[in-house]
């Protein structure tokens, strides 16, 4: 996509979750100052922010997750990375396709019927001198997909230590506060069945 569709297309879709989740207006000051003063937030040189984008991919019925263990920040999250062209949701897909080896992700019936996120996070990323970067911000937007879960996973190990379909009510012992708040965003939009 050419910059100003892409940048367009940030646009209309946090206006559009800022209008669903009407709560979280607060949370994106530096996300909408970079975006009203033109700065090119598709680059990943951008130490101010960037985009990202990942995905919470669950199992059909709403009971597993797919999961990363991410390399360099040592946590397990859902998989996702810098924009690298085409729409937010494409990039996204594309993350999970390298980090996965998941293939046949299909956008969530939520997803299908809001044309949203599930969730949009700015969230401070620490430096990493072995690609040359300070700490920065990723803009990080995050979709729900539905994808089979007996596909064997590879994962991208140059990024990733392991790859795994979680139990979803185990992000709730994640010491990442983006992962439990998904969790009951999950919970909240219908998507996973609650439990005791």
Known sequence: MEYGS?????????????RHFVGEHHRFGL??????????????????????SSVAVLNPGGTKIL???HAFLRKWLTPGGHYEGGTVWESAL????????????QAHPWSLAHGIPLDIDSHDIPANPAKGEGPHVHHDFQFLAVAPEHLE????LEEVHAAKWAPVEQL????????RRVLEKLHGVGAI???P
Do not use: C
């Open 6 to 18: 892409i940048r367009a297309e940030v646009e209309g879709l946090l206006a559009k979750y800022l």
């Open 31 to 52: 996300l909408q100052r970079q975006l009203a003063s033109g700065e090119n937030l598709f680059i990943r040189s951008n130490m101010t922010g960037h985009l990202t």
């Open 67 to 69: 999961l990363i263990e």
């Open 94 to 105: 594309r993350e999970v396709r390298e980090e996965t080896g998941v293939a046949d992700a």
């Open 153 to 156: 996973l590879q994962a991208q």
């Open 172 to 179: 709730a012992s994640s010491t990442d506060s983006r992962v």
């Open 193 to 195: 069945p609650r439990w």
